[in-house]
Nanobody, 121 residues
Framework: QVQLVESGGGLVQAGGSLRLSCAAS????????MGWYRQTPGKQRELVAT???????DFADSVKDRFTISRDNAKNTVYLQMNTLKPEDTAVYYC???????????????WGQGTQVTVSS
């Protein structure tokens, strides 16, 4: 079994910062990528940022220059540093890992339980 445990969400004023963390544990052979998605009521889950095993990253246009993503491969942990937060960043943030958990299985997506980020104006 694979588990993703997130931490770091909360309430912050506009212009403030938060750091999200997500640790993957369990039966893990290799991790291709880890990242963060977010979702608000009535909308589809959207990509915020992702980082691949080689270190390359992708960001949503709306968070470029404000958010950074990093990864500790030894700890199977991904971090999302969110700066200059805006009210429109308010959402539930979900950690994602695309990983292999057994040699006879192809890589699969795993998800955390979600953490609420609320940015007040």
């Amino acid at each position: 079994q694979v588990q993703l445990v997130e931490s770091g969400g909360g309430l912050v004023q506009a212009g403030g910062s938060l750091r999200l963390s997500c640790a993957a544990s369990g039966r893990i052979i290799s991790i291709n990528s880890m990242g963060w998605y977010r979702q608000t009521p009535g909308k589809q889950r959207e990509l915020v940022a992702t980082i691949r095993s080689g270190g390359s990253t992708d960001f949503a246009d709306s968070v470029k220059d404000r958010f950074t993503i990093s990864r500790d491969n030894a700890k199977n942990t991904v971090y999302l540093q969110m700066n200059t937060l805006k009210p429109e960043d308010t959402a539930v943030y979900y950690c994602n890992a695309h990983l292999t958990s057994a040699y006879y299985r192809p890589p699969m997506d795993y998800w955390g339980q979600g953490t609420q980020v609320t940015v007040s104006s």
